[in-house]
């Protein structure tokens, strides 16, 4: 299954290639896949990259897959000359694979996503041996929207004020910029009342104060009379 010197592109792996070696149970942690899980929206795009390990990067092809409901398709092959080969039905203006031989690190690019697109993906390359090993495997899930948390927000102030409207001579006058006045003075008001009746208190305390204090001197000028 390895590249020949005239440049032929191996078969890709069978889907009973694929069943033998268990994917999601035994892929290898050699080709670490990142991001882990990917949730996109319509139209977008996305990429995953596949880092291998252990492995000349430049010796060998990466293969792309993806597992879907028990079903294996495989997507796209790039060789050592950086040449692509896709799998049927496959759109090459949807995916498109490279390599950073600097990195070691293959990347498959996917582009205008459709809830279809959804999947684990699965890099794989066939090493010395002549096994295949897959990468630890991206779950893509396309939404046509993120879910959103509704936020509770009040416009009504504290102190239970409304914005009113006030009609005179046939013109409509909103009173919503002053609606800071009006709570002020439901709130101010019961405060002046309990001030006044404060004061009031006070005054007639002490007149009361003076009458005994003048019933008290003429008392004791009496006493002193005497």
Known sequence: MQESQRGRIPDPPTPQDLVKQDIGVRSSSLLPQSPTSIIALTNN????QCAVREQHMDRLGIYWYRHHRGDFQFILYLSILDKSTYGSSISKESFTASRDSFRRMGVLKLNALQPADSGNYYCAVVVHTLDIVFGTGTELVVVDSFP?????TTSTPVCGCKEHEETS???TKKKGARAGVACSSVIYAPLATGLVMLVISLVVMINHLQHFHRRYRRHFRKQLVK
């Open 169 to 171: 001579k046939g013109s």
């Open 45 to 48: 795009k996305t990429e995953i």
């Open 148 to 152: 959103t948390t509704a936020i509770l």
